[in-house]
């Protein structure tokens, strides 16, 4: 499986991945530095009350934004192949079909989980260092924070790794790559938005239950690739 995903990963290329990857680092830092210094300075309604509620916004972000980016990566790696037939020639090798597609959704979900994570330290360091300086949030950093953010964070990169396999299902009835993005959107403005501090992905139970769903159905929906006429 290791090796599949090897070379799946150079088929793929992987720097392109990477370069996918940092852009949306950027981005997210971005958005979140700009909020910051935008409404930081509000004293009446103020986007962060506390160092907690920045650490939350972050997470937040990072994982709608590798949610819609896994489904990117689902529909150039599963859906474009069966769209355009070309995972015919892929199953024609003298490898199970089932190692095949398993192997690229063990990359998606691997690489939405590690993301997560990476983006959620990098971004935390960068705004924890900017409040450093221009010190809109007064509440001290505590340790017990910290470690409790980054437990959230290890069950949360989990939950959008699982989510992230969601979409796969609804671009694989009509295999297509815009339905697949799409559905991703939907999920993220159901699971991720915030209204007045709340979203359901804080209650950690949806986002793992989602998870859990995500690769149920995503098993099912393979378990017979080997017997199946894909032509």
């Not at 720097?15 to 210094?37: D, H, N, Q």
């Not at 599963?78 to 892929?90: K, Q």
Request: with cysteine; net charge positive; charged share 15%.
């Amino acid at each position: 499986m290791l090796q599949l995903i090897k070379l799946e990963m150079k088929k793929g290329r992987l720097a392109g991945y990477l370069w996918g990857s940092l852009i949306a680092y950027f981005f997210i830092a971005g958005m979140m530095l700009l909020i910051y210094f935008v409404d930081g300075a509000n004293i009446d309604e103020p986007a962060f009350r506390d160092h907690a509620d920045l650490l939350s916004m972050i997470d937040l972000l990072v994982r709608a934004t590798f949610i819609v980016y896994a489904s990117v990566l689902l529909s150039k790696l599963i859906i474009g192949e069966f769209r355009d037939n070309t995972i015919a020639l892929l199953f024609a090798y003298p490898v199970s079909r089932k190692k095949l597609i398993f192997a690229k959704l063990a990359m998606v979900f691997v690489w939405t989980f590690v993301n997560v994570i990476v983006a959620n330290l990098l971004v935390d360091l960068i705004l924890i260092g900017v409040n450093s300086v221009a010190g809109y949030l007064t509440d001290p950093l505590q340790t017990e924070l910290l470690f409790n953010h980054g437990l959230n964070v290890l069950m949360q990169a989990f939950g959008a790794a699982g989510m992230s396999l969601l979409p796969l299902v609804a671009g694989l009835r009509k295999k297509s790559v815009p339905t697949t993005i799409v559905s991703s959107i939907a999920i993220v403005a159901i699971v991720c938005s915030n209204n007045l501090g709340f979203s359901l992905s804080s209650i950690i139970a949806v986002p793992l239950s989602l998870a859990a769903l995500g690769i149920m159905i995503t098993y099912l929906s393979f378990r017979n690739i080997d017997r199946v006429d894909v032509g």
